[in-house]
C-alpha cells in the first residue's frame, strides 16, 4: 500500500513539475517572430530563413510609398538603407509577403523598374541609371531581391521624381504605378555621381556606398551606365568595358594621397571594383581617369591647373 | 656649518672616492658636499644640471624641456628612470622628454651611466642610463629642516620660488615642498626677443617613510607636475598643458650581518596628459589638436649583497605601458580631418638583471652587468592600425621582442693612475615612434615619418677606455674614450613613393634599419689647483658620427673646448668659464642637418654664503654673442647676456 501511494506521489510529482511551465501555453513550439505566423506553408519561407530576413529587415527601413497589395492577399514592400532616397547610388530591397500570416514569400519576381523625373520648368521628362536586374541578394535570403537605383539629382524646384515597378507574386501580377518619392540631396563634400560623354553618349559613374568606408584599406564598387536613347527609359549598365583609373587626393593636405590604389576593373556581376587606401579621414577628392580596354583615355585625365583630372567624386570621411 | 662645506667643494672637484669609468653624477640639492653641480645652485632647472654631466648635450627646441642626448645619441638609445621607476614621454614630438616632469626641488642627485653598463632597472641603453634621484629626507636626520630658495634672471624675466620642510625621526620622516618657474621670452644675442620661448611651470611632492621594524621600511612618494603655456620657438606648435602624476610604495629590508645587504621592491605608476596649442601662432594654415596620453605601471625588485670580493645586485622588474596619441585637424570650410599618431600601444616589459662588482688585489676591479628583457607590444587602436596596414599589408597588430645586455668594465689604480678599460653589447626594441607612428613631423628636416612595425631590434658592441694621470694631488689629466658600432641602426629613410601629408614638407621618410653604424667619443680634460685660492679646469672634445654609406649622422658634436677658472676665498667663490664649439662642417646634409657656425661665450658666476644663506649670481653670456649650437633644433639662437641671482635660505 505504501509503496503504491509512495508511486503514485512520485507520479504526480513529476507530471506537475515538468507541465507547471505558462511559457509554452497555447504557442506553437520554436522560434517566435513578431508579426509572423510559421505555418508551413511552402510558398513561404522556414522558420530559419525567415527569421535571418526579419534580423535584416531590421537594419533597413521601409519606404512606404512604393508598398502595394496584391490580389488582396501579398503585400511588396520597398526597403533602403535609411528609408528615403539620396542623389547617387542606393540600395533597394524588394520583400513579398503574404498578408494572412506575414511570411516571406520565396518566389517572386520583380521587373519594370521605371524612374522619371519631371522638370517642371523645363516641361521635359528623363529617366536614371538602374541596376540591369532585380535579383536575390544571396543564398542567404533567397526572399530578399536587391537592385539599385542611381538617382542624378534631388527633389527641387526644378523637378520631382516618379518610380513605378511590375511584381508577379506566386502568379498574381501587381505593381506600383508612378508615385512621388522624395530624393534628398547628399551633404557639402559628397559628390558620388558623375558623367562623362563619349561621342555623344552621356554615361554615368556612380560610386557604391562610400559612407561605408574606414581609414585604411577599401574595396571601392562603381557601376558605370550609358543615357538611354529615348531618355526616358532607364538607363542601363554600359555595354562598353572600361578600366577607372582612381588618383585619391586630400585638396585641403597640399593634394597628399595614399600609395598602392588599384583602378577599378569590370567584373562578372557588372559592377566595377578596384582598391582605395584613406589615410585619414576627412575629404577625399578622387580624381577619375576612364580608359578603354586598350587602355587610351576616354574620359578624365586632363590635368587642370591644380595637376589633376576634372572628372572626380568626393567623399568626405 | 655651511661655510665649510662649500669651502670643501673645490677641493673635492676631483672626487676621491674612486668612481669607475662609466658612472658621473650631478649633485643637484645644496646641502651636500663633493660632486658636480650647476653654478646656480638648486635652483638651477633639470637641464641646467643636467649639462653639468660630461657626455650629455642637451637638444633644445625651446627654453624648456630640453633633450638629453648621451654619448652623442638621442633619447631613444637612452633610458631614463627616476627612482628606477621607468616613465615614457606623451609627446610625439619629443617635446616633453621625462626629465622635463620633474623638478630640482624633488630631486638629490642626477645619476648617469655611459654606455651599457646601466643601473639594474634601465631596459634599452645603448648610450647610457640616467637615474633621477629623489630627495628623501631620511630617518634619524635633522628634525626638522626647513629650505626656500628664489631666482631672478634678467633675460625673459625669470622667476623661481621653491620652499620645501622635511620632519624625520628614527621611526618616520616626510618631507615635501612646492617649486614654482615662470619665464617670458628671451632675447638673443642679437637683442631681439624669441618669441614663443616662455613657460611656467609647478611642481609639488612628498616623500614618505615609515619604519616598520628595525630592518623595514616603507617608502612612498608623490609627484604632480604641472607646466602650461609653453612655448617652442623650433617646432611650428607650443603646449597647452604637460602634466604628471608619478606616485610609487617601495618596501626594504635590510639585514646586517647576511650574504645581503638589502631587498627593494616597489611598485609604481606614472600618467602624463599632455596637449599641444597652435592657437597662438600666426601663421596657422590648418588649426590642429594633437593631445598624447602615456601611462606606466610597474614593479622592480632589487635584492643586493657582498659575498667575498663580489658587490653584486639582481634584479627583476616590469612595466605596463600605454601611449597614445592623434591628431584632428580642422581645414577652413571643411570637414575636420582625423588620424591616430600613436594607436593605442600597450607595451608590457618583464626583465631581469645582474651586476657585479668584483675587487681583485693590487687595486684592480672588475664590474660586470648584464640585462635580459622580454617585451611584447599590442596596438589597440583599430582605426589607427588599419591606417598604418595601408603602408605595411601584412602586419599584425602585437609583435614581441627579446632585448638584452651585456658589459664588463676592468679597473686599475695604482699610483698616479685609474685606468679604465669596458666592453659590452646591447639591443634594444624600436620605440613606439620608430615602429607605429604615423605621419609625425620633423621640423628637423621638414619630412613626415612613418614607424616601421617590421623593424628588426638596433643593436651595437662598445669598446670604452679611460686614462687618467694624477702626477701630483693638484694636478690630473684624463684621457676618455667610447667607441659604439652599431649593427641595424635605426633612422629615418626617404621614401619618395609616398605622399607628405604636412603642407610645406619636403617628403617621407620611413623607419628603416641600417646595416651598420658608428658613433665614437674621444675627450680630454685637465684639472689643475694653480695655488690654494685658484683652480682651473680645462676640456677638449671630439666625436664622430657615421652611417653605413660613411655619411655623417646627424647631431653629432663638433669639435668643442671648454676652459674655467675658479678663485675661492673664505666664504666667496667666483668662476669665469669660457665654452666654444668650433664649426660644424661635418654636418649631415643627408639627413636634412644644415652647417652650425663656431662659437665661443664667457660665463661669470659667483656665490657668497653667510650664516643660512647663500647668494649666487652671475652674467651668462657675458658678450651678448649671438649663436646657436649643433643641438638647436632649427638653429633658435641661445640667450644672449642674461643677468641672474638667487638666494637660498636653509634652515
Redesign the interface.
Given at each position: 500500500m505504501k509503496k503504491v501511494i509512495y508511486s503514485i506521489l512520485v507520479t504526480v510529482f513529476f507530471i506537475t513539475v515538468t507541465s507547471c511551465n505558462s511559457n509554452d501555453d497555447g504557442v506553437q513550439k520554436g522560434i517566435d517572430i513578431p508579426g509572423i505566423t510559421i505555418d508551413g506553408d511552402a510558398d513561404c519561407c522556414s522558420a530559419e530563413e525567415a527569421i535571418q530576413i526579419y534580423d535584416f529587415l531590421q537594419t533597413v527601413k521601409i519606404v512606404p510609398e512604393l508598398t502595394t497589395e496584391i490580389d488582396g492577399r501579398y503585400r511588396v514592400s520597398v526597403y533602403t538603407r535609411t528609408g528615403s532616397l539620396h542623389t547617387g547610388y542606393n540600395d533597394l530591397y524588394f520583400v513579398a509577403t503574404k498578408l494572412t500570416t506575414g511570411n516571406y514569400i520565396k518566389e517572386f519576381t520583380v521587373s519594370n523598374f521605371k524612374p522619371l523625373m519631371y522638370m517642371t520648368k523645363m516641361k521635359m521628362q528623363h529617366s536614371t541609371p538602374i541596376s540591369g536586374i532585380v535579383k536575390s541578394f544571396n543564398s542567404n535570403f533567397t526572399a530578399v531581391k536587391q537592385g539599385w537605383i542611381s538617382l542624378l539629382m534631388p527633389t527641387s524646384d526644378a523637378g520631382y521624381w516618379t518610380l513605378a515597378y511590375d511584381a508577379n507574386v506566386l502568379g498574381q501580377k501587381g505593381g506600383v504605378t508612378p508615385t512621388e518619392v522624395k530624393v534628398d540631396g547628399l551633404p557639402v563634400?559628397q559628390e558620388w555621381l558623375k558623367s562623362f560623354k563619349i561621342d555623344g553618349n552621356t554615361y554615368y559613374l556612380s560610386l557604391v556606398n562610400p559612407a561605408d568606408w574606414?581609414?585604411?584599406?577599401n574595396e571601392i564598387q562603381a557601376y558605370v551606365s550609358v543615357k538611354s536613347q529615348t531618355g526616358t527609359d532607364p538607363y542601363e549598365l554600359a555595354t562598353e568595358q572600361f578600366v577607372i583609373d582612381i588618383d585619391p587626393r586630400?585638396p585641403?593636405?597640399?593634394?597628399?594621397?595614399?600609395?598602392?590604389n588599384a583602378a577599378l576593373t569590370l567584373q562578372t556581376d557588372g559592377s566595377y571594383r578596384g582598391k582605395i587606401?584613406?589615410?585619414?579621414?576627412?575629404?577625399w577628392r578622387i580624381h577619375l581617369t576612364i580608359k578603354d580596354v586598350k587602355g587610351n583615355i576616354v574620359a578624365g585625365g586632363d590635368n587642370l591647373k591644380d595637376g589633376f583630372s576634372s572628372l572626380y567624386w568626393d567623399v568626405?570621411? | 656649518m655651511l661655510r665649510l662645506l662649500l669651502l670643501a667643494i673645490p677641493l673635492l672637484a676631483d672626487t676621491t672616492i674612486s668612481q669607475p669609468r662609466h658612472l658621473d653624477e650631478v649633485v643637484v640639492v645644496s646641502n651636500r658636499q663633493g660632486g658636480k653641480r650647476s653654478v646656480k645652485g638648486q635652483v638651477a632647472s633639470i637641464d641646467e644640471h643636467l649639462s653639468q654631466l660630461s657626455h650629455v648635450s642637451l637638444v633644445r627646441r625651446g627654453s624648456y624641456a630640453w633633450e638629453p642626448m648621451v654619448n652623442n645619441m638621442p633619447t631613444e638609445r637612452v633610458s631614463t628612470t627616476i627612482d628606477g621607476m621607468k616613465i615614457f614621454y606623451a609627446c610625439t614630438d619629443k617635446m616633453d622628454p621625462v626629465t622635463s616632469y620633474v623638478e630640482s626641488g624633488n630631486l638629490q642627485s642626477i645619476s648617469f651611466n655611459s654606455g651599457l653598463n646601466g643601473n639594474p632597472q634601465a631596459t634599452g641603453n645603448i648610450g647610457g642610463a640616467l637615474d633621477l634621484r629623489l630627495r628623501k629626507a631620511g630617518f634619524d636626520a635633522d628634525p626638522f629642516h626647513l629650505s626656500s630658495m628664489a631666482g631672478y634672471e634678467f633675460n625673459g624675466h625669470l622667476q623661481v620660488y621653491g620652499a620645501d620642510a622635511a620632519w624625520s625621526s628614527h621611526r618616520f620622516y616626510v618631507n615635501g615642498g612646492v617649486f614654482y618657474r615662470h619665464a617670458d621670452s628671451y632675447k638673443t644675442g642679437s637683442g631681439d626677443v624669441l618669441p614663443f620661448s616662455q613657460f611656467h611651470k609647478l611642481n609639488a611632492f612628498t616623500n614618505l617613510g615609515y619604519r616598520l621594524t628595525n630592518r623595514d621600511i616603507l617608502e612612498g612618494v608623490l609627484i604632480v607636475d604641472h607646466a602650461g603655456d609653453v612655448g617652442y620657438p623650433a617646432l611650428a606648435m607650443d603646449v597647452k598643458r604637460a602634466d604628471a602624476f608619478i606616485t610609487s610604495l617601495a618596501y626594504r629590508h635590510t639585514w646586517t650581518e647576511s650574504l645581503f645587504d638589502s631587498w627593494e621592491t616597489k611598485i609604481y605608476y606614472n600618467h602624463i596628459i599632455h596637449e599641444m596649442d597652435d592657437t597662438h601662432r600666426p601663421d596657422v594654415l590648418?588649426h590642429m589638436d594633437m593631445p598624447g596620453r602615456s601611462t606606466t605601471a610597474g614593479f622592480y625588485s632589487l635584492l643586493s649583497g657582498v659575498a667575498g670580493q663580489h658587490g653584486f645586485q639582481l634584479n627583476a622588474d616590469g612595466f605596463y605601458n600605454r601611449l597614445f596619441a592623434d591628431m584632428t585637424?580642422y581645414?577652413d570650410g571643411?570637414?575636420?580631418?582625423?588620424?591616430v599618431t600613436w594607436p593605442d600601444v600597450r607595451t608590457l616589459n618583464t626583465g631581469v638583471a645582474v651586476s657585479d662588482d668584483i675587487t681583485l688585489p693590487h687595486r684592480q676591479s672588475v664590474h660586470v652587468s648584464a640585462k635580459l628583457a622580454w617585451q611584447q607590444q599590442t596596438l589597440r587602436d583599430k582605426?589607427g592600425?588599419?591606417?598604418l596596414?595601408?603602408?605595411f599589408?601584412g602586419m599584425f597588430d602585437h609583435y614581441h621582442q627579446f632585448t638584452g645586455r651585456i658589459a664588463a668594465n676592468y679597473n686599475w689604480y695604482p699610483d698616479h693612475w685609474r685606468l679604465s678599460v669596458g666592453m659590452g653589447w646591447g639591443s634594444r626594441a624600436p620605440t613606439v615612434t620608430e615602429a607605429y607612428g604615423y605621419?609625425l613631423n620633423n621640423t628637423f628636416d621638414l619630412y613626415d615619418y612613418i614607424g616601421n612595425p617590421r623593424l628588426s631590434n638596433e643593436s651595437a658592441v662598445e669598446a670604452n677606455a679611460t686614462i687618467r694621470w694624477l702626477p701630483v694631488g693638484d694636478f690630473s689629466l684624463t684621457a676618455d674614450a667610447s667607441i659604439f658600432f652599431f649593427s641595424d641602426y635605426i633612422i629615418g629613410v626617404s621614401e619618395p613613393?609616398?605622399?607628405?601629408?604636412t603642407?610645406?614638407a619636403e617628403g617621407v621618410k620611413v623607419y628603416a634599419n641600417l646595416n651598420r653604424a658608428t658613433i665614437a667619443n674621444v675627450s680630454l680634460t685637465s684639472w689643475w689647483r694653480i695655488s690654494r685660492r685658484f683652480d682651473f679646469e680645462g676640456s677638449l672634445g671630439w666625436a664622430l658620427g657615421r652611417d653605413d654609406e660613411g655619411d655623417a649622422l646627424p647631431l653629432i658634436a663638433p669639435f668643442n673646448y671648454s676652459a674655467r677658472i675658479g678663485y675661492t676665498y673664505k666664504a666667496l667663490q667666483l668662476q669665469a668659464e669660457l665654452k666654444g664649439n668650433a664649426c660644424q662642417s661635418n654636418y649631415a646634409a643627408k639627413y636634412g642637418e644644415m652647417l652650425t657656425s663656431a662659437w665661443a661665450v664667457c660665463n661669470f658666476s659667483a656665490q657668497y654664503s653667510y650664516a643660512r644663506f647663500a647668494l649666487r649670481g652671475g652674467v651668462e653670456n657675458v658678450f651678448n654673442r649671438l649663436y646657436a649650437t649643433y643641438a638647436d633644433w632649427n638653429d633658435i639662437p641661445q640667450k644672449g647676456r642674461n643677468l641672474y641671482f638667487n638666494l637660498s635660505y636653509e634652515l
Open positions: 563634400g574606414i581609414t585604411g584599406s586630400m585641403d593636405m597640399g593634394h597628399h594621397t595614399s600609395p598602392d587606401n584613406l589615410t585619414m579621414t576627412g575629404l568626405t570621411l | 590648418i585637424m581645414p571643411a570637414a575636420p580631418m582625423y588620424m582605426e592600425y588599419e591606417a596596414k595601408v603602408f599589408p605621419y613613393r609616398l605622399s607628405a601629408m603642407i610645406g
